[in-house]
C-alpha cells in the first residue's frame, strides 16, 4: 500500500489534493455559472448540460423574437430535438522487436496491421418543455467495430437541482471517475484513454450528481450504480459501486484564458461473483489486449486517484494517476497502478473551453474550417503513459508508452490524428519494445 500511494505522491508533484463535497442551498436560478449564456441567430440562449459527457444544449426562452436553430436541431411541441451521429476509423501498424514478438507468442495473441472501424454511434437529445425545472433526455446507440455489437451508450434523462447548484442524470452513463473517463469519447486530445483507467468500467446504470459551487468554486460528482439492468452487458464487470470526484477550480479567468482544475477520484465497488479479470490495450484501439491478469478472486476493491489540469491560452497540461486495489479475505489482497503526464499546443489559437456544470473539457472550436478557405485549427500533443497489472502472484505484465502525434480540426465535424507510439511491454521475464504507426479519421455532429 506505501508504495502504491507513494507512487501517486510522486506524480502530482504539486502537493496533496485538498478535496472538499459541499451542499449548499441556494435560489431556484443559482446556477448562473453552470448554465452559460450566448448569442445565436440574434438571441440571447442558455446552454444546459446534455447529459454527463461535456456536450451542451441550447435552450431558448418561449417568447424569444428569433428562432433560428443549427440544422440538426428541432423545436417541437413538447420537447427539443437534437439528431447527431460520431464515426471513427483507425488505422494501425506496428515494428515489432524479436522480444515483443516472442511475448505475443506466449500470451496467444495476433498482432497485425489493421484498418477498420473503432465505432460508428447515432445519437438523440432534447430539452422538455413546460416543465418547472430543467429537464432533458438523451439517447445514443453505438456500433462497437472490436466486438462487432450494438450497444446502448450514455441514454437518459437530466434533472435540474438549481437548489444544490448542479444536476441529476438517471439512466446509462460513465461512472465519472476521471475527467477524461467522463469526457465524450471524440472530444479529448488523445488517441485512446490512458491504459490505468481500462480498469474501471466505461459504462454503468444508474444516477449521478453533478454540482458546481462558484463562490468556491469547489465540484463534486457523485454517483451509484447497479448492473441490475447491465447483467449480460461486457462492461458490467462490478455488481454495484459507488463514485466521488471532488475537486476544485482554482482558477477559472475567462479575459486570460486560464484555468486550474485539480480533483481527487474516489470509486468502491464489488466485483461480480466475487472475481475480476483486468485487461488493458496500449492506448490502440486496433491492438489486442496485451496486459492481463487472468481471473482475481475480490470481495470489493477500491480506487483512489487524482487528477490536475492547467490551461492558459493554446498550451495545456494535465496528469492522472491512480491505485486499484482488490480485496478478499480467502485469497489475499492486490494493488495496480498506473497513470499519465501530458502535454498539448494548439498553434492556431484554438483552446479546450473549459465546462463548469460537468467540470470537464469540451470539443475544440475550429474559427474557419479547409471547406471556408481555412485551415481549421493544429493541435501537437505529447503523453508519457504507464500501467503495471503486476503484484505478489498476479503476472498481469506492465507497459510503458511515450506517444507524440498530431490532431488535425479540419472543421467542426472532420478530425484527423496521425500518430507515434513507442512503448516497451514487461511481461512473461522480458522486455519486449514496440513502435506504433496510427491514424484517425473522426466524424462528429453533436
Known amino acids: 500500500m506505501t508504495s502504491s500511494l507513494s507512487f501517486v505522491l510522486r506524480e502530482l508533484r504539486l502537493g496533496i489534493l485538498i478535496a472538499f463535497t459541499m451542499l449548499l442551498p441556494s435560489r431556484i436560478f443559482a446556477q448562473k455559472d453552470t448554465i452559460h449564456e450566448k448569442q445565436y441567430g440574434g438571441d440571447t440562449v442558455k446552454l444546459v448540460p446534455d447529459g454527463t459527457e461535456g ?15 443549427p440544422p440538426n436541431e428541432f423545436d417541437g411541441s413538447a420537447s427539443t430535438f437534437r439528431i447527431g451521429m460520431g464515426y471513427i476509423h483507425d488505422g494501425t501498424t506496428y515494428i515489432q522487436s524479436d522480444e515483443f514478438k516472442r511475448q505475443m507468442d506466449s500470451a496467444g495473441l495476433d498482432v497485425h496491421s489493421q484498418f477498420k472501424v473503432r465505432d460508428f454511434r447515432i445519437l438523440g437529445s432534447g430539452v422538455m418543455k413546460g416543465t418547472k425545472r430543467y ?21 437518459g434523462v437530466t434533472i435540474g437541482a438549481p437548489e444544490l447548484k448542479g444536476n441529476f442524470f438517471i439512466g446509462r452513463t460513465k461512472e465519472g471517475f476521471s475527467m477524461i473517463k467522463v469526457m465524450n469519447g471524440h472530444s ?4 485512446e484513454r490512458q491504459m490505468a483507467l481500462d480498469v474501471i468500467p466505461i459504462l454503468a446504470d444508474g444516477i449521478k450528481y453533478m454540482g458546481y459551487y462558484p463562490k468556491s468554486r469547489l465540484f463534486t460528482n457523485l454517483g451509484l450504480f447497479t448492473n441490475a439492468t447491465s447483467k449480460n452487458q461486457s462492461f458490467a464487470t462490478f455488481e454495484w459501486q459507488g463514485i466521488a470526484r471532488v475537486g476544485w477550480l482554482a482558477i477559472n479567468d475567462a479575459k486570460k484564458n486560464t484555468v486550474l482544475h485539480i480533483a481527487a477520484n474516489l470509486r468502491y465497488g464489488k466485483p461480480k461473483n466475487r472475481q475480476i479479470t483486468l485487461k488493458s490495450r496500449p492506448e490502440s484501439n486496433p491492438t489486442p ?11 470489493n476493491s477500491t480506487h483512489i486517484g487524482y487528477e490536475i489540469y492547467y490551461r492558459h491560452n493554446k498550451f495545456l497540461v494535465g496528469s492522472e494517476a491512480m491505485v486499484h ?25 484554438a483552446i479546450h473551453p473549459y465546462n463548469t456544470s460537468t467540470s470537464v473539457f469540451g470539443f475544440v472550436p475550429v474559427k474557419k474550417s479547409v471547406f471556408k478557405g481555412g485551415i481549421g485549427e493544429i493541435e501537437g500533443v505529447v503523453r508519457l503513459s504507464s500501467l503495471n ?8 505484465g506492465q507497459f510503458w508508452r511515450i506517444t507524440p502525434m498530431v490532431n488535425w480540426y479540419m472543421s467542426r465535424v472532420i478530425r484527423l490524428e496521425l500518430v507515434y507510439g513507442y512503448g516497451v511491454l514487461d511481461r512473461f521475464g ?17
Do not use: C
Open 325 to 349: 486495489s482488490f480485496y478478499s479475505d480467502k485469497f489475499g489482497n492486490h494493488q495496480f497502478y498506473g497513470g499519465n503526464v501530458e502535454i498539448t499546443y494548439l498553434f492556431t489559437g
Open 389 to 396: 497489472l503486476n503484484d505478489k502472484s498476479v503476472k498481469g
Open 55 to 69: 456536450v451542451l444544449l441550447v435552450l431558448r426562452r418561449e417568447d424569444a423574437p428569433v428562432k433560428k436553430l
Open 188 to 191: 479529448p486530445w488523445g488517441l
Open 135 to 155: 429537464l432533458a433526455w438523451k439517447f445514443a446507440y453505438m456500433y462497437d467495430g472490436d466486438k462487432s455489437v450494438w450497444m446502448l451508450r450514455e441514454s
Open 289 to 299: 489486449q496485451v496486459l492481463n491478469t487472468g481471473v482475481i478472486e475480490a470481495d
Open 430 to 446: 522480458i522486455k519486449g519494445p514496440v513502435q506504433f504507426f496510427e491514424t484517425r479519421i473522426q466524424f462528429t455532429v453533436m
